[in-house]
């Protein structure tokens, strides 16, 4: 109960007012100085913090847009001027902003420190060299890897007489494995799970990986042609 309590409640809607339009107002100017900043560092995101004679001032943005200003004095404690969580207290508001416009004056600072730092910069760059000439002999040299795995391929079709089926062996200490689809290649892989596909069905080798493997794949298809012989050795054995 109240009843006899007669004592005056000073009314804190004035100033809550107060604060709330210093802080829009720093708001609004602080955007203006995150924007330009994410124009200057080249991305949405960042923060920069500047120094002043009563302390340092820190803002971060997202998008381009303010996230907070926070100003830590040199006397000890911190004050989230502009804020997405809760306005600040206004004492803490007022003594940072009696900083706040030597806060700007460092930022022009840092801006006006830019100018002229590419003068002198030039963007005359060297011809680019063309690889065309050594992306058409990796694609023929690969296409001809190609044509002897299909070949490979179909005939291991015609021996299984089934559907799929893959054919490995190791050359020069590495594992090649041909997978099939019907009498078609389906990849050529050397080096086992995340090896080189020198056949795929998506992206050729690189022309160093082809450079590489490409006289290994003679012995690949030596290795077949044991693997036949040996078939037809054991065929031969076979009397009716």
Do not use: C
């Not at 911190?78 to 600040?88: D, F, G, L, R, W």
């Amino acid at each position: 109960m109240t009843e006899g309590i007669d004592f005056d409640v000073t009314e804190t809607a004035s100033v809550a007012e107060e604060r709330d339009a210093v802080v829009s107002a720093v708001t609004q100017h602080a955007g203006e100085i995150a924007r330009e900043l994410a124009l200057l560092q080249g991305g949405d995101y960042g923060q920069a913090t500047f120094d002043t004679n009563g302390g340092k001032w820190t803002l971060k943005y997202e998008a381009g847009d303010i996230q907070y200003l926070r100003f830590k004095g040199k006397s000890g404690g911190e004050t989230y001027v502009v804020s997405s969580k809760q306005p600040p207290d206004p004492d803490d508001l007022a003594d940072a902003m009696q900083d706040y416009e030597a806060f700007v004056r460092a930022y022009n600072r840092h801006v006006e420190s830019k100018e002229g730092v590419l003068d002198g910069v030039s963007s005359d760059f060297p011809p680019i060299s063309s690889t065309d000439s050594v992306v058409a002999e990796r694609d023929r040299i690969v296409g001809r890897i190609r044509d002897v795995a299909d070949t490979i391929a179909g005939e291991l079709h015609r021996y299984d007489g089934v559907d799929y089926g893959t054919f490995t062996t190791r050359v020069g200490g590495q594992r090649w494995e041909l997978k099939r689809d019907h009498s078609s290649v389906s990849y050529l892989r050397v080096g086992g799970q995340g090896g080189t596909y020198l056949v795929s069905q998506y992206e050729p080798p690189s022309a160093p990986d082809v450079r590489e493997l490409a006289d290994d794949f003679r012995g690949f298809v030596e290795a077949f042609n044991d693997h036949v012989d040996e078939l037809e050795a054991d065929l031969s054995k076979v009397s009716l």
